[in-house]
């Protein structure tokens, strides 16, 4: 059964870069047509989308942070990161990974992370 | 991109039916038959209810359906249970390979 699981440092000052990992068990991260994804949720708040990674490499961002992220497969490790730079206050939130099980989609997911919260504090 | 919109809040009584409205544009809900549904209880994550507008995973309840008309979708839950009080977020695929959810609604069980 395939399972996720996210790590990284809970705490990051401010200006600095947020890194996570997502850790896949009970499958390949290179399986055909899977795709990897990263949503977050600011306390008390919504969810929302921030990118989408294929097996092969090919990245997917919301446009609104376009220009601060950057997702990464790393085979070898059967894991996937996301790095998120210069950031403020308002990048605290629980960082979910998630994808779609066996067949793949880029639509929906339905094996997720349990989360990680990341606090931006000095 | 803009996030689509859920009213903040439906409530409904012990077996009754509620409809969540998910209102987005031409350029995701309109556009293309993949709005998802995912409830999501405190503190944990996300669950996948329904996808491909009306679709539901194996093991997701019949009392859970979904639809769509023009650019607005909706999740309807028939036979309300307690159980069904969490929040629930619709998400569409949009133009430009990118997804976007919805601002949640919250399902109060009266």
């Known amino acids: 059964q395939l399972q996720l699981h996210e790590s990284g440092p809970g705490l990051v000052k401010p200006s600095e870069t947020l890194s996570l990992t997502c850790a896949v068990s009970?499958?390949?991260?290179?399986?055909?047509?899977?795709?990897w994804g990263w949503i977050r949720q600011p306390p008390g708040k919504g969810l929302e989308w921030i990118g989408s990674i294929y097996y092969s490499g090919t990245t997917y961002y919301n446009p609104s942070l376009k220009t601060r992220v950057t997702l990464s497969v790393d085979t070898s490790k059967n894991q996937f990161s996301l790095k998120l730079t210069s950031v403020t206050a308002a990048d605290t939130a629980v960082y979910f990974c998630a994808t779609k099980g066996p067949g793949g989609s880029f639509y929906y997911m339905d094996v997720w992370g349990e989360g990680t919260t990341v606090t931006v504090s000095s | 991109q803009s996030a689509l919109t859920q009213p903040a809040s439906v409530s409904g009584s012990p077996g009754q039916s509620i409809t969540i409205s998910c209102t987005g544009t031409s350029s995701d809900v309109g556009r293309y038959n993949l709005v998802s549904w995912y409830q999501q209880h405190p503190g944990k994550a996300p669950k996948l209810m329904i996808y491909e507008v009306n679709k539901r995973p194996s093991g997701v309840s019949d009392r859970f359906s979904g639809s769509k008309s023009g650019n607005a979708a909706s999740l309807t839950i028939s036979g309300l249970q307690a159980e069904d009080e969490t929040d629930y977020y619709c998400?569409?695929?949009?133009?430009?390979?990118?997804?976007?959810f919805g601002g949640g609604t919250k399902l109060t069980v009266l």
């Open positions: 009970g499958g390949s991260i290179s399986s055909t047509n899977s795709y």
């Open positions: 998400c569409s695929y949009a133009s430009s390979s990118t997804l976007v």
